[in-house]
């Protein structure tokens, strides 16, 4: 069973940047999907972003296409999500999730394992 551990968050100004980490242990995390969702107080979770086993396809809500990258290094057992230009509306606890369905459009009910998420303030 996989376990993951965020880092990266933090306060950011309107506009700035982030780059969220994705650690991973207890098992190798070329074997799964990984997604970033985020999770704003008083809303549902939302999906951000995914990424295949191989880093070879990738997929990316709508509100944040052309600004975040998703990425992975399968040989470091870790992924990361790289935020630019961000909104104070994104300002979230930012969740990492990993899931062996092979797609990368499967929805929040097909991750399997999460981690504890990481605060994103965005503000002035």
């Known amino acids: 069973q996989v376990q993951l551990v965020e880092s990266g968050g933090g306060l950011v100004q309107p506009g700035g940047t982030l780059r969220l980490s994705c650690a991973a242990s207890?098992?190798?995390?070329?074997?799964?999907?990984v997604g970033w969702f985020r999770q704003a107080p008083g809303k549902e979770r939302e999906f951000v972003a995914a990424?295949?086993?191989?880093?070879?396809?990738?997929y990316y809500a709508n509100s944040v296409k052309g600004r975040f990258t998703i990425s992975r290094d399968n040989a470091k057992n870790t992924g990361w999500l790289q935020m630019n230009s961000l909104k104070p509306e994104e300002a979230a606890v930012y969740y990492c999730a990993a899931q062996d369905t092979g797609i990368v459009e499967a929805s929040i009910d097909e991750y399997d394992y999460w981690g504890q998420g990481t605060q994103v303030t965005v503000s002035s």
């Open positions: 207890g098992g190798t995390l070329s074997s799964y999907v």
């Open positions: 990424i295949s086993w191989s880093g070879s396809r990738t």
